[in-house]
């Protein structure tokens, strides 16, 4: 809800304001926020935390539908397929990518673009053999 968003902002902004550099993971934006004005904590977030050291990852399947000033504050877009057309439209706009590379991506393909940087093409794998878990001797 926007009220446990709202929390959580504040939160993880004082704790990497005074204990700092945080990692945060905000998954489904679109849930939370709007393409309009970001909601304050939230911008707050966004617009200062960065300065602070913070590292957000921001994660959505609705960019069409999601808060522009975090979108147009990263710098970096990382972009899987998106099945509706606005998201691509969207996605496509903010990456200065051509909108068809965006259309043609397929199942664990994704278009990436670093700042001042062209758009690649990559695609997530895995690997059939398990890895071991690696230790840690302290």
Same mark, same amino acid.
């Given at each position: 809800?926007g !009220?446990?968003c709202g929390?959580?902002?504040r939160l993880a902004?004082?704790?990497?304001f005074?204990?700092g550099? @945080?990692?945060? @993971? #905000?998954?489904e934006?679109?849930?939370?926020?709007?393409?309009?004005? !970001?909601? !304050?904590?939230?911008w707050?977030? @966004?617009a200062?935390?960065?300065?602070?050291?913070?590292?957000?990852?921001?994660?959505?399947?609705?960019p069409? %539908?999601?808060d =522009?000033?975090?979108?147009?504050?990263?710098? %970096?877009? @990382?972009?899987?397929?998106?099945g509706r !057309?606005?998201?691509? #439209?969207a996605? #496509?706009? %903010?990456m200065? #990518?051509?909108?068809?590379?965006?259309? =043609?991506?397929?199942p664990?393909?994704?278009?990436?673009?670093?700042p001042?940087?062209?758009v690649?093409i990559?695609?997530?794998?895995?690997? =059939?053999?398990?890895?071991?878990?690696?230790?840690?001797?302290v």
């Amino acid at each position: 809800t926007g !009220a446990q968003c709202g929390d959580f902002c504040r939160l993880a902004f004082s704790w990497n304001f005074h204990g700092g550099p @945080v990692v945060v @993971v #905000a998954d489904e934006l679109a849930m939370v926020t709007t393409p309009g004005k !970001a909601p !304050a904590d939230w911008w707050r977030l @966004v617009a200062q935390g960065m300065g602070y050291g913070m590292n957000l990852y921001a994660i959505t399947h609705r960019p069409a %539908e999601s808060d =522009k000033t975090c979108i147009g504050n990263a710098s %970096e877009y @990382v972009c899987f397929k998106l099945g509706r !057309a606005a998201d691509r #439209a969207a996605m #496509a706009a %903010e990456m200065d #990518a051509p909108r068809p590379v965006l259309d =043609k991506l397929k199942p664990l393909q994704y278009a990436r673009r670093a700042p001042g940087g062209s758009v690649e093409i990559g695609a997530l794998s895995f690997s =059939k053999t398990p890895r071991r878990a690696s230790r840690i001797r302290v």
